[in-house]
């Protein structure tokens, strides 16, 4: 599995302060979508629950803004979804 659970938090807890967080795979939900299909990886739909200081000061755009930039590796490795919840 080219991207995996632990370096998604990891590029995540080095980029911010976290207070709380959890990485689900939630590949299994998009089985038969087209994208599944062509996608090799195996982990390609993730939900991010996730609560950080580094977060409460930015607005909805901004927040996803700054987490797509530091989960971007991942996103280059073949993570094609990534659901938010910032908590």
């Not at 080219?2 to 795979?25: G, P």
């Not at 590949?27 to 950080?52: D, F, P, R, W």
């Not at 580094?54 to 901004?62: I, M, R």
Request: net charge negative; with cysteine.
């Amino acid at each position: 599995m080219k991207n995996s659970i632990t370096r998604i938090e990891n590029l995540l807890r080095n980029a911010l302060n976290i207070e709380n967080l959890d990485v689900i795979d939630e590949s299994n939900l998009h089985v038969g979508h087209a994208h599944m299909l062509e996608n090799k990886h195996e982990l390609t739909h993730v939900c991010v629950k996730i609560s950080s200081k580094d977060l409460q000061a930015l607005s909805k755009v901004e927040q996803h803004r700054l987490l797509y930039k530091i989960l971007h590796p991942e996103i280059d490795n073949g993570l094609h979804s990534i659901r938010f919840q910032i908590i």
